[in-house]
């Protein structure tokens, strides 16, 4: 199955920022909700941010105010962004994207990108 694409991670100390990227095709005549998520070692995956076709999005109140999701598409491709400011050590973790597509029967599955470690030291 298809996954999506991310980029962006890194290393970067406490108070600087980063922007995740995730990419994806096949998206053409389709609605989707864009998510965020986040799972630093020994925890759970949690939800960090989110994005609607139209606009609408959420955050994690860890992070509000500090992130901020955005969306492109163009055409087949979608694309999904998270540009993270005054960065903390508690954000490190590994970052996913999902999109959950709705529309004609081409729309695609659910589907996940790779992750992409993001790490903020101290």
């Known amino acids: 199955q298809e996954q999506l694409v991310e980029s962006g991670g890194g290393s970067v100390q406490a108070g600087g920022s980063m922007r995740l990227s995730c990419t994806g095709s096949?998206?053409?005549?389709?609605?989707?909700?864009m998510t965020w998520y986040r799972q630093a070692p020994g925890k759970e995956r949690e939800f960090v941010s989110s994005?609607?076709?139209?606009?609408?999005?959420?955050?994690v109140d860890s992070v509000k105010g500090r992130f901020t999701i955005s969306l492109d598409n163009a055409k087949n491709t979608v694309s999904v962004y998270l540009q993270m400011n005054s960065l903390k050590p508690e954000d490190t973790a590994m970052y996913y994207c999902?999109?959950?597509?709705?529309?004609?029967?081409?729309?695609?599955?659910?589907?996940w990108g790779q992750g992409t470690q993001v790490t903020v030291s101290s």
């Open positions: 999902k999109i959950v597509a709705y529309g004609p029967n081409s729309c695609p599955p659910p589907r």
């Open positions: 096949g998206y053409a005549y389709c609605t989707y909700d």
């Open positions: 994005i609607e076709s139209y606009g609408k999005t959420n955050y």
